[in-house]
């Protein structure tokens, strides 16, 4: 009896131990698979590396290889292979699969640039449903598909993102979510309605508050932030500030007590730099005439493009009629006391031309100088980029090649800076298929490069330009009967720099490569001029566009400052009507007494009254260099325009637009 007890008691054990091992047999058999094949993790791996895992999968798991093959294709740009792939998944997919594979068509479309197909599929998606990696997946597309249009959604997809972020991508997130803010109108901003329980949202708004109260005094935007960390202590940006605004906290007044003002006496840009050390002066003693209350606008002249050749330092201008002074004395529009006091900062004044730059810039240090101001010419400044200095430096023109230096400015006038404002003014007033009529010259090519490639930033496609010869032609033109036709040759202008698209957490959305659109005609998709000419040049051309037009073609018309003259009859006025013109504020009568002032210091030489305006904004620009270089939105209001710096401490200028209406000059709104 003992012996079947023993057998049988053998067996009993031997049915759960063999179930066992065959149990493990198979969990081990296919633990390969499922661990490392996780759809809803990081995608880590090459498109190559996936498609081989497809090729050698079995059919179980070959469905979430091509899924991550995908993932990897739309991550390297591969668009047309990934929609490859997409049509060669099973019909039957898991509710997981189905999830990722509307990441995924997500994703496609906004590579495609669908980005209402984009939106349409994300508002479809089963939130609820995806892990922490999907989801800051998904709030990366929602980002994505509604860039380049700041909105309440944009803003509640960067905040909803930031709490599946650490390290660098959270910065990143923080850094965007501000970009996104501080690119909204105030109008925008007041139509924003946020749920009360929307605590991070609203501290963002009230942050963007502090900075456009406080942005004027870097001091004062120091200490307004600080105060805002202590009323959110647990928001984002307390604990961790966008990069541009964490700048405010190492803020430190530059010290402008002596200043270094360093320029050509001599030689043929000595009567350039007198009207700048003009201005420069003028500004610094106080003696700069004010506006008075009820003066009427003046009209101002521009440049005729030989006197930049020269100096490389403006927009050049030619002498112009005195007329419109003289009838502001008449009608007893004087200029009147400055309200600004002298300044005890000590100016002293170098001579570019009479010793080498470097020894100049020895000097000035050795004789205390806390800031310099200039050069003038365009080859010391580049000299100047490429051979590092202590001091702060506020450089008279632009190099070539802009080299970001943390203590050195660049304020220049030039026929490059009136291009990028146009290209600004007019994607403003909404056109998107601009024209540009220049001379067959270097001033021409100059112009064409700065705006196509200023364009290109702003969103726009490839711009046509059309160049024109002597005044002789203009006129055998016109004679003709043949007209202007609107059309134009793609300009080849050097490509700025492509946008990044998405790259956070793991998501990257490669931005699409553009092509090159084809040159438009016959005026059927040109919907704006923009014309560099001189007045005599302009009072031919505008005719010539108007025989090629029907009266049905709604085409607007843009000049530089260049075709500007003051002192113009009824009736040239009438010639012109519709056409809008950009001006530096102080030539577009913003400061009438100020202008009859400069005008008759320099004998209504108008090319000179523009560098006696950049001397004023030298001055101002000098006395506010730290909180240009380091203040994120800083801007001042100066002679020669609205004035703010990019990255690189380029000094921008938004100018003032007037149009001609019913023989009238009058403001563009």
Request: aromatic letters at 6%; one cysteine or more.
């Amino acid at each position: 009896m003992l012996p079947s007890i023993v057998v049988r008691s053998k067996a009993g054990r031997f049915v759960p131990v063999l179930l066992a091992a065959l149990i493990l047999a198979a969990c081990s058999s296919q633990s390969p698979q499922t661990s490392s094949v996780n759809i809803q993790g990081p995608a880590t791996g090459t498109s190559d590396y996936y498609l081989q895992q497809v090729q050698q999968s079995a059919d179980n798991s070959k469905a979430d290889w091509q899924l991550l093959a995908i993932r990897a294709l739309l991550n390297e740009g591969k668009y047309p292979q990934a929609n490859q792939q997409i049509t060669q998944l099973p019909q039957q997919l898991s509710d997981k699969q189905r999830l990722e594979l509307q990441l995924l068509n997500a994703q496609l479309r906004l590579g495609s640039q669908d980005m209402n197909g984009a939106r349409r599929l994300l508002a479809s998606l089963d939130t609820g449903a995806l892990s922490a990696d999907q989801k800051s997946r998904y709030y990366g597309l929602l980002i994505a598909a509604n860039q380049g249009a700041p909105s309440l959604d944009l803003l509640r997809a960067y905040v909803a993102q930031e709490q599946l972020l650490s390290g660098a991508d959270r910065q990143k997130n923080i850094d965007a979510t501000w970009q996104a803010l501080t690119g909204m109108t105030q109008d925008q901003v007041n139509r924003l309605v946020i749920n009360a329980d929307e605590n991070t949202l609203q501290g963002w708004i009230d942050l963007l508050s502090v900075w456009r109260a406080n942005s004027g005094d870097a001091e004062m935007l120091k200490s307004a932030v600080a105060d805002w960390q202590t009323r959110y202590p647990q928001h984002p940006a307390t604990k961790m500030l966008p990069t541009s605004l964490s700048q405010i906290q190492n803020y430190q007044h530059a010290s402008a007590s002596h200043i270094a003002l360093m320029l050509p006496l001599n030689g043929q840009a000595k009567v350039f730099a007198n009207a700048i050390q003009q201005g420069f002066n003028d500004a610094k003693n106080g003696t700069l005439a004010q506006p008075a209350p009820s003066a009427a606008p003046v009209a101002s002249a521009p440049a005729n493009g030989e006197a930049a050749a020269t100096t490389e330092t403006a927009a050049p201008a030619e002498a112009i009629s005195p007329a419109a002074i003289d009838g502001q004395a008449e009608n007893g529009t004087q200029p009147q006391a400055a309200a600004a006091p002298a300044s005890t900062a000590a100016v002293k004044v170098y001579d570019t031309s009479a010793q080498p730059l470097a020894q100049l810039m020895t000097q000035a240090q050795q004789d205390g100088a806390t800031l310099i101001v200039g050069p003038l010419l365009k080859n010391e400044v580049e000299t100047l980029a490429n051979s590092p200095s202590p001091l702060n430096i506020l450089a008279l023109n632009e190099p070539s090649q802009i080299q970001n230096h943390p203590n050195l400015c660049y304020f220049a006038l030039s026929p490059e800076d009136e291009a990028r404002d146009a290209a600004h003014h007019m994607w403003d007033q909404g056109k998107r298929s601009p024209l540009l009529l220049l001379p067959r010259s270097n001033l021409g090519d100059r112009v064409s490069k700065a705006f196509a490639q200023e364009w290109q930033k702003l969103g726009g496609a490839t711009v046509l330009q059309q160049q024109f010869g002597s005044k002789g032609e203009l006129k055998q033109g016109i004679n003709s009967g043949a007209g202007i036709s609107l059309t134009g040759t793609p300009i080849s202008a050097p490509q700025p720099e492509q946008p990044q698209g998405i790259s956070i957490a793991g998501l990257n959305i490669p931005a699409p490569q553009s092509e090159t659109p084809a040159a438009a005609s016959g005026g059927g998709s040109v919907d704006a001029v923009y014309i560099v000419a001189t007045q005599d040049e302009l009072q031919l051309i505008k005719p010539m566009i108007a025989m090629r037009l029907s009266s049905r073609n709604n085409i607007a018309l843009y000049a530089s400052s260049r075709s500007f003259q003051a002192g113009t009859g009824p009736d040239s006025r009438l010639e012109m009507e519709g056409l809008q013109f950009s001006d530096i504020p102080l030539l577009a009568g913003r400061n009438p007494a100020l202008m009859q002032q400069a005008a008759r210091t320099f004998n209504n030489d108008y090319s000179l009254v523009r560098l006696y305006a950049m001397g004023i904004d030298a001055w101002a620009l000098a006395n506010h260099f730290n909180e240009m270089r380091q203040t994120p939105g800083f801007q001042l209001e100066g002679k020669t325009g609205t004035l703010s710096a990019s990255p690189d401490c380029v000094i921008n200028r938004k100018l003032a637009w007037s149009q001609y209406r019913q023989g009238q000059i009058v403001p563009v709104q």
